[in-house]
């Protein structure tokens, strides 16, 4: 492949791999794929097909690889954050995190614990992390309808658990109901 050839398959194919990778990236790492994936068709040029009629699919297997590993990395991103805590000195005796006070007693542990695992990740997704609904879909890998329905049954299950534990008078004294 010349420097020719792959100007014109650069311009042919740019906008087809930036649609393939935005259908399931935001905007920015989609265009970082665009990016990755002509940068790895130019360093692997020796290596591309002979016919030119096959460097499209070529160019669109190398686009899924790259969208495949932007998405391990963007994983990997959430899940080397959960712990950054482990490492920082968030000890503050006057302000504490009312996140630590509220999941560090025991009504806290006993709704952790009368969850199954499905819903623990769910609850960690949608109010720990607080991702929006097409971040936490997305890793979760379901669709964002699907997503959206399971933090409503969510949400429902701990009223429930709520009620269950401190009883429905608890919750009309503070005007609410089950």
């Known amino acids: 492949m010349s420097d020719e050839d792959f100007r014109a398959l650069y311009a042919q ?3 087809a791999v930036f649609s393939f990778a935005a259908r399931r990236l935001s905007p920015e790492q989609a265009m970082d794929v665009v990016n990755n994936t002509f940068e790895v068709v130019l360093r692997k040029r020796h290596a591309c097909p002979a016919r030119p ?17 932007e998405g391990q990395r963007i994983t990997r991103k959430h899940h080397d954050n959960r712990f950054i805590e482990d490492y920082t000195d ?3 005796p006057l302000n504490p995190d009312v996140a630590d006070v509220v999941a560090d007693t025991d009504y806290g542990r006993w709704v952790w ?9 769910l609850m960690n997704v949608a109010f720990v992390r607080l991702l929006s609904p097409t971040e936490g879909a997305r890793m979760l890998g379901i669709s ?10 969510l949400r429902r299950k701990l ?3 709520e009620a269950e534990h401190f009883g429905t008078s608890a919750m ?3 005007g609410e109901t089950a």
């Open 13 to 15: 194919l740019q906008q």
């Open 113 to 121: 614990r009368s969850l199954d695992p499905s819903d623990q990740r």
């Open 90 to 92: 968030r000890e503050d």
């Open 144 to 153: 964002v309808s699907a997503y959206t329905t399971r933090v409503l049954r």
């Open 172 to 174: 009309s004294e503070r």
């Open 159 to 161: 009223e429930a658990l």
């Open 53 to 69: 009629e096959e460097w499209a699919p070529w160019v669109m297997g190398i686009a899924r690889n790259q969208v495949l590993q």
